[in-house]
């Protein structure tokens, strides 16, 4: 009988190659499952970041009822406001505090902007009010931003329903250029 001749096995070589693929192998294996926590976890967590922003149960709605999109911030509408021109017009959605209330009804509010500004906001044809007590109240108000200018007239109306005394409404002389908002509706914090 012929013997058959082979190529000897090295054990030593093909352990270590074991070894090597083995190792390999596990690692590829590790870091998708971390890759797949990791996703599992950042997208739960903007989920709740998302779900967190509006929820309409902590809120009492005035004027029409809107689907909360885009809120811009105190900041960010200021930097809008800058960006105006008497006539522009855009339609928005900001949140803000509720810096003062008419106090005869309602019918307007001075919303807080970034620094010492303010927002006048009204009520599109007059046709809701918001809670006489709303100052200080967290918003958020969905319409019509403009740059205006209000009358000496205007602003001596104004300043005398917000509760302004003889002595600071005689300081108004000259008109104003205010940063106005025109809203359909208005949500206040609860």
């Not at 082979?6 to 998708?32: C, D, H, R, W």
């Not at 958020?140 to 205006?148: E, L, Q, Y």
Request: hydrophobic share 40%.
């Amino acid at each position: 009988m012929k013997s058959k001749i082979t190529t000897p096995v090295s054990f030593f070589g093909s352990a270590q190659e074991y070894q090597i693929n083995n190792y390999l192998s596990m690692s590829i294996k590790i870091n998708v499952i971390l890759l797949m926590l990791l996703l599992c976890i950042g997208s739960t967590a903007m989920a709740q970041k998302k779900s967190k922003v509006f929820d309409s149960k902590d809120y009492a709605l005035f004027g029409d009822k809107f689907k909360v999109t885009k809120i811009y911030t105190k900041n960010e509408m200021l930097k809008k406001y800058k960006k105006l021109k008497k006539g522009d017009t855009i339609t928005v959605q900001f949140q803000s505090n509720i810096k003062q209330v008419c106090k005869k009804k309602g019918c307007w509010m001075k919303m807080e902007l970034a620094g010492d500004n303010e927002s006048f906001v009204k009520f599109k044809d007059y046709a809701f009010f918001v809670p006489l007590n709303a100052d200080n109240s967290q918003a958020i108000v969905n319409g019509k931003a403009f740059v205006d200018v209000e009358s000496v007239e205007s602003l001596k109306h104004y300043a005398k329903d917000g509760g302004k005394s003889a002595a600071e409404i005689a300081k108004i002389t000259k008109p104003e250029v205010t940063f106005s908002f025109l809203a359909d509706g208005v949500y206040i914090k609860k």
